[in-house]
């Protein structure tokens, strides 16, 4: 069984549909990547994971299947069992997600205190230990800064201890390193990496970089527009990305082999926009796609299985590329 | 440790700044009674019925006030250095002691309001924030937008009508029990009693100030990302909002807080009138009448000094919220 | 003219065209009222002040004759005497006509007052935000020592200085209220002074004067317009404060002096008491609504 699997899930704010009809699934110790433009749906996705969705979004359909319960029906109380024990998060902007008047220690402290019967001592303890694990310097006497004593990328490590402090089976971590420099960005990653091996958790990677993805994700899904449009293998999905979005996401990157993992690859050079799908019939990318066909202005495409793991939301494509396999084979 | 060292570079920085506006208001103040039309001798004069242009020059001559303004001025500066405000021709007292005898009952009226406005403002502004756009919301709203509109005095003068005048239940004249010589729990009990009117009245305006303040910063940091972050982490929602909202919801009430001092203290003026309340602002209002400047004078001067002395204690509170402040 | 300020006299012109096809195209204009009428606060409170406003404007024609003339028997309750529906004072003053009559010495004050400390709040306010430096820290320090002088003290001192006139008193109220309209134009014109449309205009050369009045100000005003409101509300309830304290036109009728005449019969007449301050909250809650709705029509933001 899956760890945690996100079934139909569509979320609605008031004026437009943000993810629709979303499903995949992670499984315990991997890194799945969630990857697509700003404004996609990633982030809404994520939220609705642990149900912190701002007030006015509205979750029209979908379950969220953690070891097989549905978080959807969980009470409010049941719910802040899950969050920061079982699933936590790590946002994008370190400067804005730590609260600027409580010290860190009292931050970190506080997670475990609500998870763990221990003493204030206990924790006070325990908080040291983690911020020596997320290679902090001077834990003991780091504990007692505030976050505005802390460089940007020290506070993602806080950030990282709070979310590891108890133990999660999954870590969400939304854009960690977007707000980073690029050596930063690199160590950061590590760490994640790093922990999720000793901690034997899954990460879900919300990024735009494909460098990132390449480098650290086992399994990528590609959204657009609210939609899933591709799922597979890191492997395979390199080697050959199947849907038209997912190659201009690539060709967009300078070069895949070089030394570019954190080159900020921009997805918007693909022409046209998202905002362009507005109000269309149909494939929500067909504005912008090299390949479109009449049909694919009728319905928009749901994910066809091509081989193991690995779906695309293109018919077009995938005849294409069986046609191609067809003919060389 | 930190802490002792913020505050203190914090006291320091205050008290440098608080230096040039205590002369600047000691120049402004004195210039602007120099602007009054009439002075103590002519009171005395018309009062006592002899009004000889000698007996004029030779009250004025004894005052002081035949002196060129500059030379008043320097004369009062050298006296305010050996903390001297001055004679009260009229009342025929120094006029240190006479504020000192109505300071303590200006401090405690003014600190019991403050008080209750920012305890009920944020319990309000709180309630209003946490149900934002829902009835509690919406009723308690035009409760406070009533209370923002009405007159304190006047609010005041309501609550005479109902507590001491329908109810019996509060008095609504002076400080104490006149003649009355209590001691101990009955003693506090009946200063207690005296308080609460006049404080409502005074407090009235600001703990609707301070509600809508409360209400909009407390909506204003549901939007940060540090909320999401605590969320995240399983904590109760109302924990969530003791710990992590109210404080940084705090930072900019405390900041109006102090900028609304000077309000509050002129407001003492009609409150401590209407209830009778032996404090500054109705020896201020009695000296205005009587024409008595030195006696004004050090009132608005030292109504000026409590406000900058409040002002650092508030600078302080704010240095204990907000870490950022004072740090090097 | 260089090139380089012939081009940025051509943005100029672009944006002030802009601006003005802004303001001329009808629809534009049609949402902007649109979204005033559409605000229910706004409306509430237009509609409680125009009567306030008809009743100050109309006193003469409503009530004529001195309302501080005795013309009933002493100390009538509401509803006693059909003549009098408000009742009499202990002088037998109709309240009614006291009432009405109140609404054009509050009004008045409250609007000389408000435009009083407007102007001089914007002077200051302009000249330390727009040259900053030492001319800002000097003026700063002014607003400071008004700011920390107690206000209403202050307003009591000035009212003192010259005679209880009406001038008197909304020239003190002016005075004793200009630091925070001054303290809001700073801010406003710090963070104008840097735009790209200054920028253009200064380096054409156009006086500093010019570049206040014509490029920053107009851009400046919509939290302006909002404190103004508040500015007539804030002084409204000044001016009630003084007249309750005698500090006030002895051949006027205020509100806060109906105030003060009815305390002496506070345990029997409250009415007399209690009716000003009721049409003193209301005409201050109405501006209070006013600036409320102003604040949600010009500085839009997204609250749940």
Redesign the interface.
Known sequence: MSLLAVENLTVAFPGHVAVREVSFAIEPGETLALVGESGCGKSVTA?SM?R?LP??ARVVTGRILLDGADLMAASPAE???????KI??I?Q?PM????????IGTQIG??IR??EKVSRRTARARCIELLDLVSIPDAHRRI?D?P??LSGGMRQRV?IA?AVACGPKLLIADEPTTALDVTTQAQVLDLLDDLRRRLSMAVLLITHDLGVVAQWADRINVMYAGRIVEQAAIRPFFAQPMHPYSRGLLGARVDVDADEHYSASRLSEIPGSVGSAAGEAGCPFAPRCPMVETSCRVVPPSLLAFEAGRRVACPVSLQAVTLEAARHG | MRMGRRIAATLKRTAIHALPTVLGIIVLDFLLLQLMPGDAADVIASESGVATAETMAALRQRFGLDQPVLTQLVNFLSHLAQFDLGFSPRYNMSVLDMIMTRLPGTVLLMVTALSLALVLGIVVGSVMAAWAGRWPDRALSVVVLLFYSMPGFWVGLMAIVLFSVKLGWLPSDGSMTVGASLTGWAFVADRAKHLILPALALASFFIAVYARLVRASMLEVQRQDFMRTAQAKGLHPFFIQLRHALRNALIPVTTVAGMHLGNLLGGAVVVETLFGWPGMGRLALEAVLARDFSVLLGVLLLSSLLVIIANVLIDLLHAWLDPRIGAA | MSVQAEKLADKLADAKLADVGNRAAAPRKGRRLRAFLRNPTFVAGVIILSFFVLLALFADVLFPGDPLDMVGPPVLWPGENAEFPLGTDSLGRDVLAGLVHGARASLLVGLSAAAIGLAIGMVVGAAAGFFGGWIDTLLMRVVELFQTTPTFLLVVVIVAIGEPTMQTIALAIGIASWPTVARLVRAQFRSLREADFVMAARSLGYSNLRIIAQEILPNALPPVIVAASVMIANAILTEAGLSFLNMRDPNLVSWGGMIGAGRDLLRTAWFLTALPGVAIAAAVLSLNLVGDGLNEILNPRSEP
């Open positions: 939220f642990m912190l007030p006015n719910m802040r069992e899950v969050r920061g024990k936590s998060l946002q902007e804005t997600s730590l609260n600027p008047v409580l010290s506080e997670v609500r998870h007692d505030y505005h004593n950030m709070m």
